[in-house]
């Protein structure tokens, strides 16, 4: 059975063959091979590590063993893309979902990890279960700062693509962070409001 190509971005090639999926790092011919190599390595290594720490807490794909040094194998997560599927909900279950990845990103946060691309192409739903994938833009850092960077790029991805009523879908959001622990939140939200004001005046 050939593998099926289901993403292409700038830095991977994502492959579906049956129940697996295989996310390869692409080669940059402008680098030279011995750090090309490296670099591809490095960056595999790393968010296959985020994934398998992000797994004990939340839902991920869990990534399989492997020899390759270019490669993440992880298993297929049959569901709805939440960047297609949100907006056709009913509001209790948007609601329901917004909690839910409210919660999930907290529990992130709190354990030091930063997803780094937090938009509704990257969350899909498989039985009432957000699942979240691709931390390739992610890292692990305990600072306020990075944390209200994340769920800032996940508000203005609400605006943008669920922009009837993203106010409401990120205030249950909120709500759902806040559940984890409402002192760290308060303060993550503070800095929120921080960044929000220093994109504004910027120009």
């Known amino acids: 059975m050939e ?10 090639i994502i492959t579906k063959n049956r129940n697996l999926v295989f ?11 011995f750090l090309d190599n490296q670099i591809i390595k490095r ?15 939340i839902p991920v794909p869990v990534p399989k063993e492997t020899k390759e040094k270019d490669t993440i194998i992880m298993p297929y997560i049959p569901g709805e893309r939440l960047s297609d599927k949100l907006n056709n909900y009913s ?20 354990n030091g990890i930063i997803h780094g691309d937090l938009t509704t192409s990257n969350m899909i739903l498989k039985k009432n279960i957000v699942y979240f994938i691709d931390f390739g833009l ?15 790029l996940l508000k203005r991805a609400l605006e943008a693509k ?28 503070n800095r929120l409001k921080e960044i929000e004001k220093r994109g504004r005046y910027k120009h």
Request: hydrophobic share 30%; no cysteine; glycine share 8%.
């Open 162 to 189: 669920h922009f009837e009523n993203w106010k409401f879908l990120f205030k249950k959001f909120h709500e759902g962070y806040e559940k984890i622990d409402k002192k760290e939140s308060e303060k993550i939200f």
């Open 91 to 110: 509001k209790k279950k948007q609601e329901k979902i917004m909690k839910q990845i409210g919660e999930s990103i907290a529990k992130l946060h709190k």
């Open 43 to 57: 960056r595999t290594k790393a968010e296959k590590k985020l994934l398998i720490k992000a797994s004990k807490v």
């Open 3 to 12: 593998p099926e190509v289901i993403g292409r971005g700038a830095e991977a």
């Open 23 to 33: 996310k390869k790092r692409i080669s940059k011919k402008y680098r030279l091979p």
């Open 138 to 152: 992610g890292y692990f850092n305990g600072k306020y700062e990075d944390k209200g960077v994340d769920i800032h």
